[in-house]
């Protein structure tokens, strides 16, 4: 599952969705307003979505070493949350969320939604990050509200399946 998700996170080739990366950065802004009124969406350019995530995780982590020193880990490459911190000698494990929209429709894997029913995770959501740039001169990420949402999992959310995965019985 960690490969898959890194080759998705790193993915630079063609688009497999049939659109070249001309017409996904022309359609930035008409995304951004897309967004804005359904909450977060996937978002099909690698690199702009890479440039959102880094910006997101960056502003947590700044808030992250003021509430727990250098007690925190980013362990995102391999675990089903980005963070690990240390409180007091109890584990804190935190989520983070970045997009362009108002935030409050947001998306997480089958594993960030079943872990966070089943542990305490914390949840940050940066919302409303700016973004500028293009495919060819790469994009610069910035601003953003954060929100804390702690035990998010247990939180009044409602967690909607978007897709399902099928495998064929023998």
């Not at 001309?22 to 909450?39: C, F, H, L, N, P």
């Amino acid at each position: 599952m960690n490969l898959v998700r890194r080759f998705i996170m790193n993915y630079e080739g063609q688009s497999l969705t049939g659109a070249d990366s001309k017409t996904v950065s022309a359609s930035v802004v008409e995304q951004d307003v897309e967004e804005s009124i359904r909450g977060q969406g996937i978002v099909a350019n690698a690199l702009l979505r890479r440039a959102i995530e880094a910006h997101a995780m960056r502003r947590v982590k700044a808030l992250l070493k003021k509430r727990f020193g250098s007690a925190h880990a980013d362990v995102s490459a391999s675990e089903p949350f980005d963070f690990l911190c240390s409180a007091k000698g109890k584990a804190v494990k935190v989520e983070v969320k970045g997009t362009r929209s108002t935030g409050e429709s947001l998306l997480f894997s089958a594993a960030e939604v079943a872990l966070a029913r089943t542990e305490p995770v914390d949840l940050y959501v940066v919302s409303g990050i700016r973004v500028r740039g293009n495919p060819s001169g790469g994009y610069e990420a910035s601003g953003g509200d954060v929100e804390h949402i702690p035990n998010w999992g247990r939180s009044k959310f409602d967690a909607v399946p978007l897709a399902f995965q099928i495998t064929r019985r023998s």
